[in-house]
């Protein structure tokens, strides 16, 4: 658990992806959840922090991975939570396959590891596919940044479209510059070279602009969905440059 100057913050880690709870109104609001073989962990891990299922009232997608989403129709059905995505994230949940096979590598050495992890990968696993998402008029779709959603369920906080890893990605801002940024910055495998850029891109001019303006609306501290958080600092920073700040 982490506790910021206004939230505390529930930390989920399932397999690679790290899901966060926030409080709201009636219960929690979760920020993404994993590879539907995580589900029974997920269950597990909510009774540890001594929450049921069913207090999880808003599921917040970061982006549309397999990921990310990949037990959000579990969910949806146990809980008949909402869910709260970006409008192009519509259809690839509807299809329940990433888009564009989720962009392309951040640089050559992550193209090679990664080569080699995907090879194992699909063997057991298929590859980018997850249970179809069918968003309804009950669920809240986000067009771009959104002042408004987060406050109406009780979380001082604003949605930022942030794209560059995908066209779809939406972060969550508090008010205290906590900000949980799904893929849009990582934490992970930087021994490859790629600092905090996503080791998938779709556009990398994208990206940095969606760090300047996560930087502009007072960002402090970055909660990636892949590795621990660190400073917002480090987003203006160039590639490669270590950090001086210690979470």
């Given amino acids: 658990m982490n506790k910021t100057s206004s939230n505390i913050v529930h930390r989920v880690k399932l397999g690679w992806t790290q899901c966060y709870l926030l409080k709201c109104t009636g219960g929690y609001l979760l920020i993404d959840t994993d590879y539907p073989k995580y589900y029974r962990l997920f269950e597990k ?3 540890n922090l001594g929450i049921e299922t069913s207090d999880i009232k808003y599921l917040l997608l970061t982006h549309h991975h397999d990921d990310h989403a990949g037990f ?12 709260i995505a970006h409008r192009n994230a519509v259809l690839p949940l509807k299809q329940g ?4 096979a989720g962009g392309k590598p951040a640089n050559r050495c992550l193209q090679i590891v990664l080569s080699f992890y995907w090879t194992f990968y699909t063997l057991f696993h298929g590859k980018w596919n997850f249970p179809p998402l069918t968003l309804t008029e009950r669920d809240i779709v986000i067009e771009g940044d959104n002042e408004a959603v987060l406050k109406g369920i009780g979380i001082d906080g604003v949605i930022l479209h942030t794209p560059g890893h995908t066209r779809d990605s939406i972060s969550v ?18 021994w490859t070279g790629v600092g905090h850029r996503p080791i998938y891109i779709e556009d ?8 300047r303006k996560l930087r502009e609306h007072g960002a402090r ?3 990636p969905s892949h590795g621990r958080p660190f400073s917002a600092i480090e987003l203006g920073k160039p590639v490669g440059q270590a950090s001086s700040i210690d979470y």
Avoid: H
């Avoid at 396959?97 to 564009?100: L, Q, T």
């Avoid at 990398?204 to 760090?211: A, G």
């Fill in 173 to 190: 801002l508090l008010s205290d510059g906590s900000a949980f940024v799904g893929d849009a910055a990582m934490n992970f495998l930087r």
């Fill in 72 to 83: 959000a129709a579990e969910l949806g059905r146990r809980t008949g939570c909402k869910v």
């Fill in 221 to 223: 501290v970055i909660y």
């Fill in 45 to 47: 891990k909510l009774a």
């Fill in 204 to 211: 990398i001019d994208t990206v940095y602009e969606s760090w």
């Fill in 97 to 100: 396959k990433n888009e564009d």
